[in-house]
DNA sequence: TTGTAGGCGTTATCAA
DNA sequence: TTGATAACGCCTACAA
């Protein structure tokens, strides 16, 4: 392997202790602000380094601090804007403790997220966040490795930050039932961990209420708008339509809407749908998506704050995130 | 200071090397899949180093090396899906230089900007890619300190891939003209040098068809749900209302046609409306979307290419990336 | 085919 | 208040 030499050299500490005439521990301790250096000699060094354009270079101080002061974030979808209230209580929660963010995106690949975590052991990272992962289970290898690992949203992995989706799905149930709705389709997710707390919602509700499973209900929805017009034309295939359905997230929900439009079938009025996430646009389509909220700010936050206690050798007691919060708007009413 | 210490103790070659009974050097040359190791011996080196779950210890690595194989991506909005493809584009293109690609978000704020560039620098990226910059000419810093910088649609920075903003806004505008507009009001986005593009290009386009510049036809959106309302109703107060509107962005125009619907506002009919982007839901919403897509993927692709050519010393020639593209759909007719 | 030695840039410890 | 030194984990000559 010849690999290419991207680099060129660079200032280091030498090179200003050879300017300021001092010995490079000097020059560390003065851009530490150790009150153990003249003032006028930090001023000095300072100046330099400025002048000269000096960068830290973290690799050598990662290996002598045996810390980067960095927290890897394994994204699995960058495109999901669901997931961008989630960096931003991450990103805050960490500047209150020092560390910085870096991001990686898998885009729900299995192999991609290994990846992902490899490369963040790689970096010695103080810690890892992986908020719905595909195996949570593998991660038990970065905690093997000592790197403190916090799962977001998966509720079997030992350290986890977690709010109650079978109660947000529970409560859309719920609100149709409400509504009078007793014949309910449901779009499942991609396969995948994720998709069980919703189902098992969905078929719990039902339950509930002494309503039979009925497999003819549920859809299959792959993240594609082709798979929600698929799931249009299934539905209007069905001799014996569901008054509702329960869809897998909002952007599904959206497309499901505008497809069963555009075939003359009208929501609310003749079948109900409601989503899941309520994404930015939920409330600016024709009619106003109902949906469930989740505190993803929030979860971001205390998934940094459970790390960070884990990173400091407590064993963090479970955080507690407000519940995901029914949004009603008028995508769903009674049925006819 | 007292720095927490988050890391454990981790194997390293040395711990691989004394359960293997062979030097340190030759785990190295073993792990490296290198001719001058023993088959044997390598089989028996790898079997330890799994065993002990050794991860490689990039920031030693990066010191010897003096390269980290890294490329730190600054991107401005997470939230905005986007950004989502260039990063696919980044990604795949990456791979095929056996770069692996760190994200840093900003939420478009010039200081977190900064930071980011700072981070990645410290970091020992071997590039740096800049997309919708707020400050082209900060990152010569980055050059100045050896490493390259590429800018994402920035034609003022001095390396930079863009494709044709003015050009797309321009087709919106034409095809405005086309269906017999002639008082046309324009969206601007939030201050920032991303402005101009669009602006000029709508300015010129009217310029072109002798259509004076009327400054009461130009409405300014911050990026939130309430500026798209709050722009509803500056286009309501207005006595001689534009029978067409050039939005900022996709979601600018979503939220502005269901704010104008709620008014009782007709789209199509009493004014068509225009977005740029073509994020994903633009086709589901009603009416849907006239827009222009930009070839998002091939921007990162060419990024990184040229990124690459640039860190290997060849001063790469202007790459050419696909012209945006006017996507024509039911928000937009002729005047009444 | 394997071992030895030196160094990458930074920091902590100890000595001056 | 400052300097000298060793060490962090890994890699590359060079020697054996």
Not at 15 to 32: C, E, G, H, K
Not at 54 to 65: D, E, F, G, K, Q
Not at 121 to 139: C, N, W
Not at 215 to 237: K, N, Q, Y
Request: charged share 25%; with cysteine; aromatic share 6%.
């Amino acid at each position: 392997m010849n690999k290419p030499r991207w680099q060129r050299t660079r200032t280091t500490i030498k090179d200003i202790a050879r300017a300021a005439n001092v010995d490079p521990s000097t020059v560390t301790r003065a851009l530490q602000d150790s009150p153990r250096v003249k003032p006028e000699t930090r001023e000095r060094i300072a100046g330099i380094a400025a002048e000269l354009g000096y960068v830290p270079n973290m690799a050598a101080r990662t290996l002598v601090n045996r810390s980067s002061g960095l927290i890897g974030v394994v994204i699995p979808d960058m495109a999901n804007p669901f997931f961008a209230e989630l960096g931003r209580g991450i990103e805050d929660e960490a500047a209150k403790h020092d560390l910085r963010i870096l991001f990686h995106d898998t885009r729900g690949v299995e192999s991609a997220e290994r990846e992902a975590v490899q490369l963040f052991l790689e970096l010695k990272v103080d810690g890892l966040l992986v908020p719905m992962a595909r195996s949570p289970q593998d991660y038990y290898g970065g905690l093997k490795a000592g790197v403190p690992v916090v799962h977001v949203n998966r509720e079997e992995a030992k350290h986890h930050v977690t709010c109650d989706t079978v109660a947000g799905s529970h409560s859309i149930m719920q609100h149709l039932f409400d509504l009078g709705h007793r014949r309910i389709g449901f779009v499942r997710g991609p396969a995948g961990p994720w998709r069980e707390p919703k189902m098992f919602a969905y078929r719990q509700a039902l339950e509930e209420q002494g309503i039979a499973y009925d497999p003819d209900l549920i859809f299959t929805f792959d993240g594609t708008l082709d798979s929600s017009r698929a799931i249009a034309e299934e539905f209007l295939a069905l001799t014996n339509r569901p008054t509702a359905v329960f869809a897998w997230n909002d952007v599904n929900a959206i497309a499901l809407i505008h497809a069963l439009k555009d075939r003359g079938v009208r929501v609310p009025e003749d079948v109900s749908i409601a989503g899941h996430d309520d994404i930015q646009l939920s409330g600016c389509i024709d009619p106003p998506l109902t949906t469930v909220a989740w505190p993803m700010y929030e979860l971001g936050q205390q998934s940094v704050r459970y790390l960070y206690s884990l990173g400091h050798g407590n064993e963090p007691g479970e955080p507690d995130v407000p519940p995901p919060r029914l949004v009603v708007r008028q995508s769903t009413g009674s049925p006819a």
